[in-house]
């Protein structure tokens, strides 16, 4: 039977890379909120990452400041909102159903706007709450981390945490707009620079060889914190990552294949195992390791091309390896291998993990053979035993 109506709806959300967003004379922010209907004045809720707010204590001034610059075009709806950072703020339902409250108390609607600043926790966090208010209202995101600013930031999708499952609930509504303000990434600590360059790398093994040789020569660079090779790493990984979710024909993820979730199985499940011990980025960094030996195991790829890129992630200053990965679930078995289980079921009921042929050559496989996993499992085990690095007397064998 013939479909009695189908449509397509374009989605169009500018990705703004700027110094000093609140400054009086940077127009980036405000040209950005009135782009849609210029001679109107718009309602803005703030919420600010209090991690944010700490490193940057006249953020406040700066943007109420700002809002007095341009009377005309932009209003305070209420007072900021300043929320927890990192993973606790998406881990339950409280944070979103107080920020739904205070958008309820303001009356923010549907062209109002939710500005959320902070890092990749904080946003997804209050991106699903200013998607479910009156089914969406205006939401622009000022990432303020090297991950998100290169890569969360500037997706599609939401969520929190339920269940002790990352992402269980969220929404795939794009952003209105999203600004890259690159003098927040100056207040970062070191292990949250070093973190997020992980999804660069992902990607650059994905998508663009030349980027990761880049990523290679510049790895100690990297290391050192500087500014311009940061700034360079985290544009290409947007574009990259835009190119994707704008040309891969499945934004909203309705199929199950997730081509840009190379190591992210083992990634979610070790910061469940570990209660957000492990930081995202060096979650990643473990799960990339993981799929790497094992595609090495199963003869997808070279010894040789795993080996310069488990160098490169070592180089840069990954663990690959962690206790948490030989954690035994009730029946005994290894927990992280249940992982696979809950990746299926995120992903739609049909497994679909990339795999690596090559650098920038991936592909899918729609099953895994956990006795390779676990022999892949224990060989990161005895790297790391050899780099002394983690703990690492706990072999994966067995169940």
């Known amino acids: ?13 500018p990705v703004h890379f700027t110094w000093d967003a609140f400054a009086v004379e940077n ?15 718009h309602r803005v809720l703030i919420v600010i990452d209090q991690h944010v707010a700490a490193a940057h204590p006249t953020l406040p001034a700066e943007i109420e400041s700002y809002f007095g610059a341009y009377p005309a075009s932009l209003e305070f709806a209420g ?3 300043f ?11 409280t944070h979103p159903f107080a920020l739904l409250q205070r958008i309820n108390e ?4 549907r062209q109002s706007f939710l500005v959320v600043i902070g890092g990749g926790a904080v946003l997804d966090m209050a991106s699903f709450a200013g998607a479910i208010a009156h089914r969406s209202v205006r939401v622009v995101r000022l990432p303020t981390t090297v991950l998100s600013q290169g890569d969360s930031g500037i997706a599609v999708k939401n969520g929190v945490n339920l269940f002790g499952k990352k992402n269980f609930i969220g929404t795939f509504v794009p952003p209105f707009a999203v600004i890259n303000d690159v003098r927040f990434l100056e207040s970062l600590e070191h292990r949250d620079v070093i973190g997020g360059v992980v999804e660069a790398v992902k990607v650059s093994l994905l998508r663009d060889p030349a980027f990761f040789a880049y990523l290679e020569q510049e790895a100690g660079r990297i290391v050192d914190g500087d500014g311009d090779v940061l700034a360079t790493l985290i544009r290409r990984s947007a574009e990259l990552h835009l190119a994707h979710i704008c040309g891969n024909g499945d ?4 199929g199950s294949a ?13 910061e469940s195992l570990t209660a957000h011990r492990l930081r995202h980025g060096e979650a990643v960094a473990i799960g990339m390791a993981l799929d790497l030996v094992y595609s090495v195991r199963m003869g997808f790829l070279s010894r040789a091309c795993a080996e310069r890129i488990l160098s490169l992630l070592e180089a840069i200053g990954f663990k690959l390896w962690d206790d948490a990965m030989a954690d035994r679930d009730t029946t005994g078995g290894l927990a992280l291998l249940t992982g696979l289980r809950e990746f299926r079921e995120h992903l739609g009921g049909e497994l679909h993990v990339t795999m690596l042929r090559d650098i920038g050559n991936g592909f899918e496989v729609t099953a895994m053979d956990e006795s390779v996993v676990r022999a892949a499992m224990d060989e990161l085990a005895s790297r790391a035993a050899r780099r002394g690095s983690g703990s690492h007397h706990v072999a994966a064998r067995g169940r």
Request: no cysteine; proline share 11%; charged share 25%.
């Open 83 to 93: 929320v927890p950072g990192g993973e606790a703020v998406k881990n339950d339902l």
């Open 251 to 254: 934004p909203f993820e309705l």
């Open 1 to 13: 039977m013939e479909p009695l109506h189908t449509f397509s709806v374009p989605f169009q959300f």
């Open 106 to 109: 303001v009356g923010l609607d």
């Open 79 to 81: 007072p900021i909102v």
């Open 258 to 270: 997730r081509p840009l979730d190379f190591g992210h199985w083992a990634a979610h499940k070790l």
């Open 27 to 41: 127009r980036v922010f405000v040209d950005a909120i009135r782009r849609l209907e210029p001679d109107r004045r």
